[in-house]
């Protein structure tokens, strides 16, 4: 499992910290304390991550040294930030979504009267038409 580690930088705000990454232009954080600030850095890094695997893009390897932005407030830290992207991945991958689907009246009252649990239905026929199952991940395709 990848584990990847960035720095971050952790600006003093009025109400917490603000958080930004020098490796990632564009992602940034907040948390009300540092704790806080520390655990939804994380999530961001996460998920820019994700975007830009799902976009094609190049992850850059983390800088040696990186770069403090000069405008940055007095009092800054700067704290590597460890994430896991494949656990990110598959937890958005897998994450539930809403999908509407067209039926017949008809149909959709004989399925509620008999209890019909449409999600588990269109899912598992949806599966058997792509010929996958629930334990194929969309990366062994």
Same mark, same amino acid.
């Given at each position: 499992?990848?584990?990847?580690?960035?720095?971050?930088? @952790?600006?003093? #705000?009025?109400?917490? =910290?603000?958080?930004? @990454?020098?490796?990632?232009?564009?992602?940034?954080? =907040? !948390?009300?304390? /540092?704790?806080?600030?520390? %655990?939804?850095?994380?999530? #961001?890094? !996460?998920?820019?991550?994700? !975007?830009?695997? %799902?976009?094609?893009?190049?992850?850059?390897?983390?800088? %040696?040294?990186?770069?403090?932005?000069?405008?940055? #407030?007095?009092?800054?830290?700067?704290?590597?930030?460890?994430? /896991?992207?494949?656990?990110?991945?598959?937890?958005?991958? *897998?994450?539930?979504?809403?999908? *509407?689907?067209?039926?017949?009246?008809?149909? %959709?009252?004989? #399925?509620?009267?008999?209890?019909?649990?449409?999600?588990?239905? @269109?899912?598992?026929?949806?599966?058997?038409?792509? !010929?996958?199952?629930?334990?194929?991940?969309?990366?062994?395709?």
């Amino acid at each position: 499992m990848r584990k990847l580690t960035y720095i971050a930088v @952790f600006e003093p #705000a009025e109400t917490g =910290y603000s958080v930004y @990454f020098p490796d990632f232009p564009g992602c940034v954080s =907040y !948390g009300e304390n /540092f704790e806080e600030a520390q %655990k939804q850095a994380a999530d #961001a890094l !996460g998920l820019h991550i994700y !975007g830009m695997e %799902k976009d094609g893009d190049e992850i850059p390897a983390p800088s %040696k040294t990186p770069q403090v932005d000069p405008e940055t #407030a007095p009092g800054y830290m700067v704290s590597p930030v460890i994430v /896991f992207p494949d656990l990110v991945r598959n937890e958005l991958d *897998n994450r539930a979504v809403k999908t *509407n689907l067209t039926i017949p009246a008809w149909l %959709k009252e004989m #399925a509620e009267a008999q209890g019909v649990n449409y999600s588990k239905v @269109f899912q598992t026929a949806l599966m058997d038409y792509l !010929g996958v199952s629930h334990m194929t991940s969309r990366n062994n395709k």
